[in-house]
């Protein structure tokens, strides 16, 4: 009866994980609107914060809060604040600091290289036995980039001169993308067994963080109506549940599937980046996002197993 009921736990984890991968997919959208409304921290702030009210809720709602918090070790705090303070701010950055919406398409594509960076740390932090072709499916999907940079005609001058001009984006969404997967997987061999942690928190302690560097920017958030939809399906969807829902996944549910089902997640979310944002998508993104996807394929297939 017991075996039951921890299958079924890992049944929802797995599946809340996967309605999160979902809601990523259009998240760049809203983040790139809200920056543009209210300014890089300001956004950040406001959805870190009350996204982690939000995740609090559903995790009172959906178990043990309480004991949760009690049982995470202190090394859990001290590690994951600040991964996901880099995290938070690294993306944000990543999209407010693009110069135009076509920026945003290749920062968004790096950053969605999370899942390539959460297996590369999988296999380093859990000491995974890998097979030789590992290092060609890390290989591929940073040919990828190099890919989506080309332009129409897949020219290598143009590699250069977009990624010159879009190099501050990109490395913050480099670094998200780091961050995050070592938040990921630093935050399960903690808790490991343990069934404990609270993701709620470390956003709202970041969301604070971003706040303070928001009112030392001078920001000045210009609020209408358009910008808080947006910043309600932010807080609600992305900040909250989404982030509470992959963090359910990666302590609870069948991780490695997630991840692998998060793999598509560069094609979906530059398609639905690209319609929603209103640029025009080139060949050589989605090529270049493909490239990423198989690439991270590759890598997973090379995993053997853990020690």
Request: charged share 10%; net charge positive; glycine share 8%.
């Amino acid at each position: 009866m017991a075996k039951e009921k921890n299958n079924s736990k890992s049944l929802m984890a797995t599946i809340a994980g996967l309605a999160g991968i979902f809601i990523w997919g259009v998240s760049t959208f809203f983040t790139r609107s809200l920056t543009e409304s209210l300014g890089i921290f300001t956004q950040a702030a406001i959805t870190a914060f009350f996204g982690g009210v939000v995740s609090l809720i559903m995790q009172a709602i959906g178990g043990d809060l309480k004991g949760n918090i009690k049982r995470a070790p202190k090394l859990y705090w001290l590690i994951t604040i600040p991964l996901y303070m880099v995290y938070k701010i690294s993306v944000s950055m990543a999209v407010g600091a693009a110069a135009d919406r076509s920026q945003v398409l290749t920062s968004n594509l790096i950053s969605q290289m999370w899942p390539l960076m959460t297996l590369v740390f999988t296999v380093v932090i859990f000491r995974n036995k890998i097979k030789k072709l590992f290092p060609i499916g890390v290989l591929i999907p940073a040919l990828g980039l190099l890919v989506a940079n080309s332009g129409k005609n897949f020219d290598i001058g143009s590699i250069f001169i977009n990624i010159g001009k879009a190099w501050l984006p990109c490395f913050f969404a480099l670094l998200s993308a780091v961050a995050w997967g070592l938040y990921s997987n630093l935050s399960r061999k903690i808790t490991m067994g343990l069934n404990a942690g609270c993701v709620g928190i470390l956003m709202m302690v970041s969301g604070v963080v971003c706040e303070i560097i928001a009112i030392t920017r001078h920001e000045v958030p210009h609020f209408t109506w358009d910008a808080m939809g947006s910043l309600l399906f932010s807080v609600i969807a992305v900040a909250g549940a989404a982030t509470f829902f992959w963090d359910l996944a990666m302590r609870n549910g069948n991780s490695m599937l997630v991840i692998v089902v998060s793999n598509f997640l560069p094609v979906i979310s530059s398609i639905l980046s690209a319609w929603l944002l209103g640029v025009s998508i080139e060949v050589s993104l989605i090529v270049g996002a493909f490239m990423v996807v198989i690439g991270t394929i590759i890598s997973k297939k090379c995993i053997l197993e853990e020690k």
